[in-house]
């Protein structure tokens, strides 16, 4: 071991990334699928990896699709218990971002056993068992490994009506753009990893990372919606710009719309310019195709959120229905621009102020 027995173990400090943060770069993960063959052999394959979306679809052939996702990720914070269930909720969300219900789950564990007690490891999976049962569905089965790093994630299936699932692309120019949780988890994620984020803060980063996205098998019943996703590792920006280039059209936010964490909280940390590695790494993939930045800007828009929330681009006569719907579940709803006709950027940004 490497720590004392007294001393508490801090999952944070095995691992050289956390949550989604430890991505692949998009540019990177561009330069890994270009090399490979596309998928359109396959006509049952509804959605598959080239259109960049949080899940495969599959058609059954009796009126029904088979959602397939699969995410993992190095701890995110110290608590196995909470490693465990952060991890199974970002996995979860992924068919929620596809509009349909999860069925069963099975877990992906890489763990040190030479330098961690297997016990940390029962803790994640009863984390990641809880959040399952939270959700209906049985965590059924898995696979693990001896690793240098900890790592888990939940292989997750779900159905969906073949002609009611939602993908990143079809959105139409002037469809508004919802966002249903506040920016910020990469930055306090960081925070934690260098020892600088306080217990409450901590408990904050872990309550908002639990938060799920079961809205979305509900979105299937408004007419309006014409795309969906999450945002997760490639940050807004990222995420944005991928539902952007599936629906061949651009997009116009308002930087002062988009909700933030408790800014008493993540002020301090931004004043300090605690960034992730992957911040950079996401804003060197997309600059290309963003309006210039300031760096605020750079630092919100490019941020690799974990479990984020969920991104919807609705036309404006189905924007109250959405509003009515997400408000009777619980859940935030923030416009924070609207889809346009394609430009000169992908995406643009402005400020009110």
Same mark, same amino acid.
């Given at each position: ?167 990143? *692309?079809?959105?139409? &120019?002037?469809?508004?753009? +919802? !966002? $249903? ?9 960081? #925070? @934690?990893?260098? *020892?600088?984020?306080? &217990?409450?803060?901590?408990? +904050? !980063? $872990? ?9 979305? #098998? @509900? ?12 945002? $997760? ?121």
């Amino acid at each position: 071991m490497d720590q004392k027995s007294s001393d508490p173990i801090k999952l944070s400090a095995y691992s050289h990334g956390a949550g989604c943060g430890c991505k692949l770069s998009p540019a990177q993960l561009d330069e890994v699928l270009s090399k490979l063959e596309p998928t359109t052999a396959f006509p049952k394959l509804l959605v598959g990896s080239s259109s960049k979306d949080d899940a495969a679809v599959y058609d059954l052939g009796d009126g029904k699709a088979l959602i397939s996702t699969l995410d993992f990720f190095m701890p995110i914070v110290d608590d196995a218990f909470d490693f465990g269930r952060v991890a199974a909720t970002n996995a979860i969300n992924d068919v929620y971002a596809m509009g349909a219900s999860p069925i069963f789950a099975l877990a992906i564990l890489g763990w040190p056993v030479g330098k961690l007690p297997t016990s940390l490891a029962t803790e994640v999976i009863r984390g990641a068992q809880e959040v399952c049962k939270e959700h209906g569905i049985p965590l059924a089965g898995g696979h693990s490994i001896d690793n240098l790093e900890p790592l888990f994630g939940l292989s997750v299936n779900g159905l969906v009506a073949t002609t009611s699932f939602i993908s990143n *692309g079809g959105s139409k &120019p002037g469809d508004l753009l +919802y !966002l $249903t949780k506040p920016i910020g988890t990469g930055i306090l994620a960081t #925070a @934690l990893k260098r *020892g600088l984020a306080s &217990p409450e803060h901590i408990a +904050y !980063l $872990t309550n908002m990372m639990l938060q799920s996205n079961k809205v979305g #098998a @509900l979105l299937p019943q408004i007419h309006g919606i014409h795309a969906l996703t999450d945002v $997760t590792g490639f940050g807004l920006a990222g995420h944005l710009i991928e539902l952007c280039e599936g629906s061949n059209l651009s997009a116009r936010i308002n930087f002062d719309d988009i909700p933030l964490m408790d800014l008493s909280i993540l002020k301090p940390y931004l004043d300090a310019f605690v960034i992730p590695d992957n911040t950079f790494r996401n804003f060197s993939s997309y600059s290309s195709k963003l309006s210039t930045l300031s760096g605020i800007q750079m630092q919100i828009l490019c941020d690799p959120q974990t479990s984020g929330g969920l991104l919807i681009a609705v036309s404006k006569e189905s924007a109250n229905h959405l509003e009515v719907l997400l408000k009777d579940n619980g859940v935030g709803a923030w416009v924070i621009g609207e889809m346009i006709e394609k430009s000169d950027k992908v995406l643009n940004v402005y400020s009110s102020f």
